[in-house]
């Protein structure tokens, strides 16, 4: 039996947010979504009171993170993230407006899954997450490390 997956979404901006929820669903994900609008909370969530992110040690996590938060740059939460023994296996999917080939390049140096630019066309932008959502449940996720 596989440990269910819990998705972590990073994204500040709420229209995109309950678009990408909304489209996940429809693709017929229905695994916990844990959201937040910002890097600050979503670190504290993911490597808790001491730091280390050993709260979340067996549990299937996957990440989607926006790059333009405001609070920290989604590449600096990628780093820690996959600094971290306990998240350098997590996959982590960038979601994010930007198309820059040098940012793109340094999210997969840094270890991204994926990395996916949003359309701003509302119907684009819908279809590559729906795309994005039958990827979710076709992909085995590890466990948080040990």
Known sequence: MTTPVTIIMIEDDEGHARLIERNIRRSGVNNEIIPFSNGTDALAYLFAKDHSG???KGQ???ILLDLNLPDMTGTEILR?????????????????TTDDAQEIKR??????SVYITKPVNYE???????QLGLF???????????
């Open 54 to 56: 050993s709260a979340h």
């Open 136 to 146: 979710f449940s076709v992909i085995q996720v590890p466990p948080a490390a040990i």
């Open 80 to 96: 820690q993230l996959k600094e971290s023994k306990h998240f350098k296996s997590t996959p982590v999917v960038v979601l994010t």
């Open 60 to 62: 299937a996590l996957l």
């Open 124 to 130: 684009s932008f819908a279809n590559a997450i729906r």
């Open 107 to 112: 999210c997969y140096e840094l270890g991204c």
